[in-house]
């Protein structure tokens, strides 16, 4: 059987921050119920098409998954045991939350009711940044519930953090990973701002994005101290401690299945693409038959296995490209491996092809030339 990862996104938000593009929005509680009887209708319908899948991972995203109750979120996750298969006593099921949306009582009852690991945004410490990004919460509100989440036998925490954000220094940047080590979470995913067109934040003229040297010396900085502090980086914007790499996550960069469920949920199996209907009106009357289908090329599913397999740091091997697609790197990407050598944005040792540390810096240029 081959292995499924499923995402489940829960679009719902108290309220949107100012960076944020994806598919969510505030003010919809009273759609809740009749959201989450639409969402397990479908779980029971694409588990009976994927009925040949084993479940590797569950992610529950958004939005804000933890903003309706823990029993709407707990009867989605039964749903999908009840129907995919998979031994889910082991595999990794993940739920995002905003700390502003969970207490001790609702982390005890998401833990007793099967998710195993949960991904806090915190984005920074700084409260005037928060408060700038259009954060719901405080620093003292994350410190206190990401205790809640121990003492409720969550042994897996991730912690979302940001750079380059408004008005940030490194000075503060600095602050956040003293701050995140003394947490000692198991996983962290440290992410740059992306400014993303026609958000609050791209609209706003006083805006002034951090300039790419300093861009450069906060991520420098990030991965210097976080590694001192004994973990692991291995995706460009991921480190975790031995055994806590993000399993729902690999499956994306490794090329695995995957299917999304709910709205606009995006899917990729047996190498098609497609999505969920992004009309919110026509998922609630049950339209979530798949749109904007695009089946993978050979040029395409080549393309992904270097663009996606090079975000990891232990990069991609040239045996498994072979022996996947009956070529090697060289009769496909020869020019451009040559290239990237060059200027010294990749090495190839010992059959593996890796970034170094400029090619990281210049991911996007390296990831562009396998895209034709």
């Known amino acids: 059987m081959k292995n499924l990862a499923i995402y489940v996104h829960i679009p719902f938000c108290l309220s949107k921050c100012v ?17 989450f009887l639409i969402l397990e209708e479908e779980i ?24 309706p109750s823990a029993e709407f979120l707990i009867s989605a996750l039964n749903a999908i045991k009840c129907n995919f298969k998979g031994d889910f006593s082991l595999i990794e099921i993940t739920i995002e939350a905003n700390p502003e949306t969970v207490n001790r009582e609702k982390l005890s009852e ?11 945004g915190a984005q920074t ?38 750079f380059a954000l408004p008005d940030q220094t ?5 602050a956040d990973v003293t701050e995140i080590i003394k947490l000692n979470p198991e996983h962290i995913s440290y992410y740059g701002l992306t400014l993303a067109e026609n958000t609050p934040l791209a609209l706003d003229s006083s805006f002034i994005p951090t300039d790419d040297v300093t861009d450069r010396l906060m991520y420098d900085l990030i991965v210097s101290e976080l590694k001192e502090a004994g973990y692991i980086h291995y995706e460009i914007s ?16 490794n090329g695995t299945d995957y299917i999304g469920l709910g709205f606009g949920a995006h899917s990729l199996i047996c190498d098609e693409r497609f999505h969920n209907t992004e009309i919110f ?64 944005l990749i090495t190839r040792e010992n059959g593996i092809i890796k970034l170094t540390k400029l090619g990281i810096d210049l991911s996007n240029i390296v990831f562009r030339e396998f895209i034709f």
Request: charged letters at 30%; hydrophobic letters at 30%; proline letters at 1%.
């Open 19 to 35: 960076y944020c593009d994806f598919l969510s929005f505030s003010n919809k509680e009273s759609y809740f119920k009749q959201y």
């Open 44 to 67: 029971k319908k694409k588990a009976e098409i994927l009925k040949d899948y084993n479940v590797s991972s569950v992610y529950f995203g958004g939005g804000t998954p933890t903003l």
């Open 110 to 120: 998401l833990r007793n009711g099967g998710f195993n690991r949960i991904s806090f």
């Open 125 to 162: 410490f700084s409260n005037k940044i928060l408060k700038k990004i259009g954060r719901i919460h405080t620093a003292e509100k994350f410190f206190s519930v990401f205790n809640d989440a121990r003492d409720s036998d969550f042994k897996n925490i991730n912690i979302d953090l940001m």
């Open 170 to 174: 490194i000075d503060n940047v600095a």
């Open 238 to 253: 991921n480190f975790s401690k031995t055994g806590f790499e993000s399993k729902h996550n690999c499956s994306y960069w």
């Open 281 to 344: 009106a026509e998922y609630l009357k049950g339209h979530n038959k798949k749109e904007n289908c695009i089946l993978l090329s050979e040029s395409d599913k080549q393309s992904e296995f270097f663009f996606l397999g090079l975000r990891k740091l232990s990069g991609v091997s040239e045996s498994d490209f072979l022996k996947k697609f009956k070529k090697s790197c060289d009769e496909i990407y020869g020019i451009q491996l040559q290239k990237l050598e060059k200027d010294n």
